[in-house]
C-alpha cells in the first residue's frame, strides 16, 4: 500500500511546518467519502469541514491520479451558550453524511451536539458580465444615465467552491447528538442522541418525528443509552440503534409509530469467566454499521469488531480483535478514561474487508475471507510519499523482537477513531488526531 | 528525605499543587514502595497537564474535590498542618492474641481477598470521583456517566452482599455537618470542573495503601467473578441531578426538596439492614441503597445514629498502612508504628467490632476541627 500525506504536506524529509503545530481545534472527529468515492469531506473539533477532491487522471499526470486535494473549507457549526442551562455547545462536529448526488451539487448533513446542518457544496465556474444596473465592480449605475439595454454574457472565471446551509435543524435533541443516517428513501435521516431517535425529512426543519424514546420517568433509573444508529441501506423502513449494553435493536418504522419494541434483538451472551466490573463498559458499543450488501451489519467494542448476520439475533457470526492485549490493562484504561473513547469501523466496498483504528496510531484491517489481519501505522515517520506501509506488530509478553512494540510503549493519546474506506476502491482515509492520512492500493 | 511539598489547604495559598503522576511516583520509589503495574505503563491522561484540583478554596463547588485534597495532602505528609496520628497506630486487634488457632490456608486466602478489596474499594473511590467531577462549562458526557455510574452499582451490590457496605457508608458519615452542608455537597457533584491529574494521583495513592498486600494488578482486578445479582439500585436525587439538568436549577436552590429527598426511612434501619439485606429484595434494595448511594454520592451526608466520629474517621485510614504516612516515619526511616497486617484489614472490613483503640483521640478531633472550620469558610455559615 502506497501512501501519501494529505494534510499539506507532499513529503515528510521537510522542514516542520505548520501542520506539525498541534491546535486543538484542528482535531478531526469524522471522516467520509461520499457516495462515487470522489470527495472525501472531514471535520475537526473546531466546527469546521474540510472536503477533498480526488483528481482525475490525465496524461500530463499520470502519477497524480487518485490524489486528494483540498476542495473546499467551511465553517460548518460556531461555539454555542446554552443560557438556560449556563452550558456550552461544542462545535465539534460530530458525524458528516453525504447525500446521494442528484445534480451538479453536492450536499452533506454536518451536526454537532445539538444541530444539524444541510450544506450544499456548488461550483461556481462562470459569472455573469454586462449587466445594465450595475458595473462591472458593482457600483449601481444611474438609471437616468441608461440609453441601451444588453444582455448580460456568461463569461469563464476561476473555479470557486461556495458552501452554503440551506438547511437547519434544530432544537430536537435534549441530549448530545451522536449518529446521523440518511435514509435510502434519499428523503428521510434519522438523528440519534443518548437517549432519542428521530426522524426528519430534509425539506422540513421545524419538525421531526420521534421514533425510540428511551429515557426511563425516572432518571435515576437510567442504566443504558443509545450509542450509534444506522439507516438500513436498502430497506427504508429498516434502522438499527446499539447501546451501551452491547445490544443492538433492529426496529420497523411499519410496525409503530414509536419503535420503542425492536424487531430484532441482538446481543451475544456474556462469558462468565471473563467477567470483571470492566465487563459492560467493554462491552458498550461504540459504532454500527450496515454492510453495503445490507445482509450483515457490524459492531464495534472496546476490544473488539462483531459481525453480525441480520437473520441471526443471538450471536454474531464473526467476531475479530482488536487490541486483545489491552484486556489486562482494563484498570488502567478505566483510570485514564482511555476506556471510553469511541473507534469507529468501516467495510470496504465489497464487504470482504473490514477496518478500525486503535492506540499509538495504528489501525486493523480485517479480510473476512482469508482471515487474515494487518496492523499497520498511520505516521509521518512511518510513512513516505509512495512508500509501502510496514505492517507492525504489538508485543504481548516475553520476548520483544525487534520490530515489535511492547504494550507498555503504546502511546494512548495518539488514538485513531475514525477511518473511511472508498466506496469502490481500495483507497482508505485514517484520522490520526490532527492529520488526516490517505493510503491507496496500487496494483501495477 | 523531604516530605511531598504539597500545600496543605487548609492554611494556605489559593492554589495547592498537585503532583504529577510522575512525580509522584518518583517519589513512592524512593520510599522503597512497589508500584503497581499501571504506573510504569505509559498511560499519560489525555492531552491535559496536572492542572491544579481546584480553582479556589473558597468556591463552594470545589468543595468535594477540595476535602478529597486534604486527605490526599495530609496523608502525603504535610506537616504544617493536619497531623496524621490519626491513623491507628498497631490498633492492637483481637484477631493476633488468637493468632495461634488461624490456619496458613486462611491466611493466604485472606491475603488475596482482603488485596481484592481494596481494589474493589479503590476501583470504587475512583469511579466515584469520575462521577463527581463534571466538566464545568460542557455538558457531561452522559453514556460515560452511565457506565460509570453502573460500575458504581455492580461494586455496591457485590459490597453489599459481602456485608462490607455498611463500614463505607459509616466511613462517610463522621462529623458534625449541618444539613445546609448537604446541599453545598450535592451541587458540588453537578459542577465541579473534571481535572484529569486528579483521579490518577488518588488512585496512586490507592495503590499505595495496598502495600502490605500482594501488589495488585490489573489482572486481578479484570478476572475477578462479580457475583451476579439482580437488583436495580437506585442512584440517589444528588446523582440524578447531573442527568436532569432542566430540573436542576430550581431543586438546586430549595433547600426543603433537598431535605426531604433526604429524609426516607429512620436512619437506624440502614446499618441493620444492610447487613441482612438480600439484595433480590426489591423493596428493601429500593428503599435502603438509594440512601446509602446519596451517602457516597454525597460525600457529606450524615446519619443522626452514627456512631462517634472518631471511630468513624479510625475506620476511614484503618485500611491504609499508616505508618507510611507518618511524617516521622519518613524523615527518620523508622518505622514507629506496626505495618497493617492481613488481620488489622479484615478486622476493618468486617461489619462489626468492638470500640477501637485510638493512640491519639484529641488529634482526631482537632482536625474535625479543622474540617469543620474549612466548612464554615466555604459555606459562608
Request: aromatic residues 8%; negative net charge.
Amino acid at each position: 500500500i502506497q501512501a501519501h500525506c494529505a494534510s499539506g504536506c507532499v513529503t515528510n524529509d521537510h522542514f516542520p511546518c505548520l501542520a506539525d503545530l498541534f491546535f486543538p481545534a484542528d482535531i478531526i472527529s469524522t471522516v467520509e467519502f461520499n457516495y462515487s468515492g470522489e470527495l472525501l469531506a472531514t471535520g475537526d473539533k473546531g466546527g469546521r469541514v474540510v472536503i477533498f477532491q480526488r483528481e482525475q487522471e490525465s496524461k500530463n499526470r499520470p502519477l497524480s491520479r487518485g490524489e486528494y486535494n483540498v476542495y473546499s473549507t467551511f465553517q460548518s457549526h460556531e461555539p454555542e451558550f446554552d443560557y438556560l442551562k449556563s452550558l456550552e455547545i461544542e462545535e465539534k462536529i460530530n458525524k458528516i453524511r453525504w447525500l446521494p448526488q442528484q445534480n451538479a451539487a453536492h450536499f452533506l448533513l454536518s451536526t454537532n451536539d445539538k444541530t444539524i446542518k444541510l450544506w450544499k457544496i456548488s461550483e461556481r465556474d462562470k459569472r455573469a458580465e454586462g449587466y445594465n444596473l450595475k458595473d462591472e465592480d458593482g457600483r449601481l449605475r444611474d438609471p437616468f444615465r441608461i440609453t441601451t439595454l444588453r444582455v448580460p454574457v456568461l463569461m469563464p472565471m476561476d473555479l470557486m467552491v461556495e458552501a452554503s446551509p440551506r438547511r437547519i435543524f434544530a432544537n430536537a435533541h435534549t441530549y448530545h447528538i451522536n449518529s446521523i443516517s440518511v435514509n435510502s428513501d434519499h428523503e428521510t435521516y434519522l438523528s440519534a442522541d443518548d437517549l432519542r431517535i428521530n426522524l426528519w425529512h430534509l425539506e422540513i426543519t421545524d419538525r421531526s418525528f420521534n421514533i425510540v424514546d428511551i429515557k426511563p420517568a425516572n432518571m435515576e433509573e437510567l442504566t443504558e443509552v443509545i450509542t450509534a444508529a444506522e439507516c438500513h441501506p436498502h430497506q427504508c423502513n429498516v434502522f438499527v440503534y446499539s447501546s451501551s449494553k452491547g445490544t443492538i435493536r433492529l426496529c420497523d418504522m411499519r410496525a409503530a409509530a414509536l419503535c420503542d419494541r425492536h424487531s430484532k434483538f441482538f446481543e451475544e451472551p456474556e462469558d462468565p469467566s471473563s467477567r470483571s466490573f470492566f465487563s459492560e463498559i467493554i462491552s458498550s458499543i461504540s459504532d454500527v454499521k450496515f454492510s453495503h450488501s445490507g445482509r450483515y451489519m457490524m459492531t464495534r467494542d472496546y476490544l473488539s469488531v462483531k459481525v453480525w448476520d441480520l437473520n441471526m439475533e443471538n450471536r454474531p457470526v464473526e467476531t475479530y480483535q482488536v487490541h486483545e492485549y489491552l484486556r489486562s490493562k482494563l484498570c488502567s484504561l478505566y483510570e485514564n478514561d482511555c476506556i471510553f473513547d469511541k473507534f469507529e469501523c468501516c467495510w470496504n466496498g465489497s464487504d470482504s474487508a473490514i477496518m478500525t483504528g486503535s492506540y499509538n496510531n495504528f489501525f486493523r484491517m480485517f479480510d473476512r475471507n482469508t482471515r487474515r489481519d494487518i496492523t499497520l501505522e498511520a505516521s509521518r515517520e512511518n510513512s513516505k510519499p509512495r512508500a509501502m506501509l510496514k505492517p507492525r506488530k504489538v508485543c504481548t509478553g516475553g520476548k520483544r523482537k525487534k520490530d515489535e512494540i511492547s504494550v507498555d510503549s503504546l502511546d494512548f493519546n495518539k488514538k485513531i477513531l475514525h477511518t473511511a474506506w472508498h466506496p469502490k476502491e481500495n483507497v482508505i482515509a485514517v484520522a490520526a488526531t490532527n492529520n488526516l492520512y490517505i493510503f491507496q492500493d496500487k496494483i501495477n | 528525605m523531604k516530605p511531598w511539598p504539597a500545600v496543605c489547604p487548609s492554611n494556605c495559598s489559593v492554589r495547592p499543587l498537585a503532583p504529577s503522576p510522575a512525580q509522584l511516583a518518583a517519589w513512592l520509589q524512593s520510599q522503597h514502595t512497589e508500584l503497581s503495574t499501571f504506573t510504569h505503563c505509559n498511560l499519560a491522561p489525555s492531552g491535559r497537564g496536572a492542572a491544579p484540583l481546584i480553582q479556589h478554596p473558597a468556591s463552594k463547588h470545589a468543595y468535594v474535590a477540595h476535602h478529597q485534597r486534604t486527605e490526599v495532602t495530609r496523608v502525603l505528609g504535610c506537616h504544617s498542618c493536619c497531623r496524621i496520628d490519626m491513623f491507628s497506630k498497631g490498633t492492637k486487634r483481637k484477631f493476633s492474641d488468637d493468632g495461634d488457632e488461624i490456619s496458613d490456608e486462611s491466611l493466604a486466602g485472606a491475603q488475596v481477598s482482603s488485596s481484592y478489596s481494596l481494589q474493589r474499594q479503590s476501583l470504587l473511590d475512583m469511579s466515584l470521583i469520575k462521577l463527581q467531577l463534571c466538566h464545568m462549562l460542557v455538558e457531561p458526557n452522559l453514556c460515560r456517566s452511565v457506565l460509570i455510574a453502573n460500575t458504581v452499582r455492580q461494586i455496591q451490590e457485590e459490597m453489599t452482599h459481602d456485608g462490607t457496605w455498611q463500614v463505607v457508608t459509616e466511613t462517610f458519615c463522621g462529623g458534625s455537618q449541618s444539613p445546609s452542608e448537604r446541599l453545598v455537597a450535592t451541587e458540588v457533584l453537578c459542577r465541579s470542573r473534571e481535572q484529569d491529574a486528579e483521579p490518577k494521583l488518588f488512585s496512586v495513592l490507592s495503590y499505595e495503601g495496598c502495600r502490605e498486600e500482594e501488589v495488585v494488578t490489573d489482572e486481578t482486578l479484570c478476572s475477578v467473578s462479580v457475583s451476579d445479582t439482580a437488583s436495580d439500585v437506585c442512584l440517589s436525587e444528588s446523582a440524578r441531578h447531573c442527568w436532569e439538568r432542566d430540573e436542576f436549577v430550581e431543586v438546586d436552590r430549595d433547600d426543603e426538596a433537598c431535605e426531604s429527598s433526604r429524609l426516607g426511612p429512620g436512619d437506624d434501619d440502614d446499618d441493620d439492614d444492610n447487613d441482612d439485606d438480600e439484595v433480590d429484595e426489591e423493596e428493601e434494595s429500593s428503599r435502603v441503597d438509594p440512601k446509602t448511594m446519596g451517602q457516597v454520592f454525597g460525600t457529606f451526608e450524615i446519619k443522626n445514629s452514627a456512631p462517634g466520629p472518631d471511630s468513624a474517621l479510625e475506620e476511614l485510614f484503618s485500611d491504609v498502612d499508616a505508618s507510611y504516612y507518618d511524617l516521622d516515619t519518613m524523615l527518620t526511616g523508622i518505622q514507629s508504628a506496626p505495618k497493617m497486617g492481613p488481620y488489622d484489614l479484615l478486622d476493618s472490613l468486617a461489619p462489626s467490632h468492638g470500640p477501637p483503640s485510638i493512640g491519639s483521640p484529641s488529634n482526631c478531633r482537632s482536625d474535625l476541627n479543622e474540617l469543620d472550620h474549612i466548612m464554615e469558610i466555604i459555606v459562608g455559615s
